[in-house]
């Protein structure tokens, strides 16, 4: 047996229609509460970054103020640090008279007594008298002498050259004035 189909087509056509109607609405639907759920969603990700990013600048503008006011003590760091240059570089480079005196000392012979004593870059004028003239000889030779006993090493070429520049004898006292150059490499008097 067939089926007798007694709907008009028009009904059919209507009814079908419904069910499309029916069935876009509810996708539409759903598809409308799946957008509003992303756009919330976009939302909440927008303002909660957003936040971070507030407090992060927040963070930011915070350690620049905590720099800058560091900056004053910047300034005297690098002053200090000039200056620490500065002397250190003076210290190492300067001459050391005392091992100059020493050595001068070691080697002024007895009876020698020394009055004055002008000490220039790489120059020394002496001034004073002794007992005799041998006694004078005697000081500017051991002055030269390479290895003289008792001097430093170090410093056997210190002096480049002596010169006697006046010998006058001092009747009066019986002593011997005397005025000697003496000519000293600066080198080997730095550390």
């Known amino acids: ?64 103020a905590k720099i800058k006011s560091l900056s004053s003590t910047e300034v005297v760091v690098r002053n200090l640090d000039l200056k620490f240059n500065s002397i250190s570089k003076v210290i190492a480079e300067r001459p050391h008279y005392s091992r100059l005196l020493d050595e001068l000392k070691v080697r002024q012979p007895e009876g020698v007594r020394i009055e004055s004593m002008d000490i220039k870059d790489g120059i020394v004028n002496y001034t004073g008298d002794a007992d005799n003239y041998i006694l004078i000889a005697n000081f500017i030779n051991s002055l030269l002498n390479k290895d003289f006993p008792g001097s430093d090493p170090e410093l056997k070429d210190l002096f480049t050259e002596v010169k006697l520049n006046s010998v006058t004898l001092d009747q009066n006292k ?18």
């Open 1 to 64: 047996m067939e089926n007798i189909n007694l709907i008009p087509q028009e009904e059919i056509q209507y009814q079908a229609k419904g069910k499309a109607v029916k069935g876009t609405t509810v996708f539409f639907i759903l598809l409308t509460i799946v957008a509003l759920g992303v756009s919330g969603y976009l939302y909440y990700a927008h303002s909660d970054i957003s936040t971070k990013v507030n407090d992060v600048n927040s963070q930011i503008e915070s350690q620049r």
């Open 174 to 191: 019986s002593t011997v004035r005397f005025f000697i150059v003496i000519n000293y490499d600066t080198s080997k008097i730095k550390l």
